[in-house]
Structure formats: C-alpha cells, structure tokens
Nanobody, 115 residues
Framework: QVQLVESGGGLVQPGGSLRLSCAAS????????MGWYRQAPGKQRELVAI???????TYADSVKDRCTISRDNAKNTVYLQMDSLKPEDTDVYYC?????????WGQGTQVTVSS
C-alpha cells in the first residue's frame, strides 16, 4: 500500500501562485508515475500534470504554460508549482501515484482562486 499526504492548497487571488506537495510513504518501491488531477463538483476528475520516471512530464493544455511538476525521489515527494492562477483553476486537487500498475490517490486539497 502507498499512503499519500497532500499539502499546499488554499485561497489565492487571481494571478497568484501556489505550490502543492504530495509525500508518498509505505510501499514506495516501484512507483513510476506521480501526478496531479483536479475535480470540480459534478465533473469528472481531469489530468493536470504527471511526471514519469522523474523526467518525462505531461501537462493539460489548460495549465501547460502556468504549471511545473517536479519530483524529489529522495523525499518521495511530487510538487506542483502553479503560477498565474485563474478563477477557473478552482478545484479539489488530488495527488496520484502509480505503482506496479495500481493507482493510489490522496485525500485531495482545495485550491480556490478568488479576489
């Protein structure tokens, strides 16, 4: 089993920045993909960004020029730096890791972009 603990969400004004963190613990050997998804009420969970093997990254078009995903293997932690935030970025953000083809999810952290 993999346990995920997220932090860094909160309220920010439009144009502001947030950095989300997700620390993995437990059976972490074999984790190959780490990433972030988001979900609004009544909508499907959608990809924000993933990082594979600590090097290859994929971003949703909506955040591509405003977010940076990174991974610290020594700390088993994945980060999502979000800049130039917009009100439409308001969602619950979920950390995801894949280990041995099994997906694990964090509990979610609320990001609210509002003036």
């Amino acid at each position: 089993q993999v346990q995920l603990v997220e932090s860094g969400g909160g309220l920010v004004q439009p144009g502001g920045s947030l950095r989300l963190s997700c620390a993995a613990s437990g059976s972490i050997f074999g984790i190959d993909v780490m990433g972030w998804y988001r979900q609004a009420p009544g909508k499907q969970r959608e990809l924000v960004a993933i990082i594979t093997g600590g090097v290859s990254t994929t971003y949703a078009d909506s955040v591509k020029d405003r977010c940076t995903i990174s991974r610290d293997n020594a700390k088993n932690t994945v980060y999502l730096q979000m800049d130039s935030l917009k009100p439409e970025d308001t969602d619950v953000y979920y950390c995801n890791v894949r280990r041995l083809r099994v997906n694990y999810w964090g509990q979610g952290t609320q990001v609210t972009v509002s003036s």
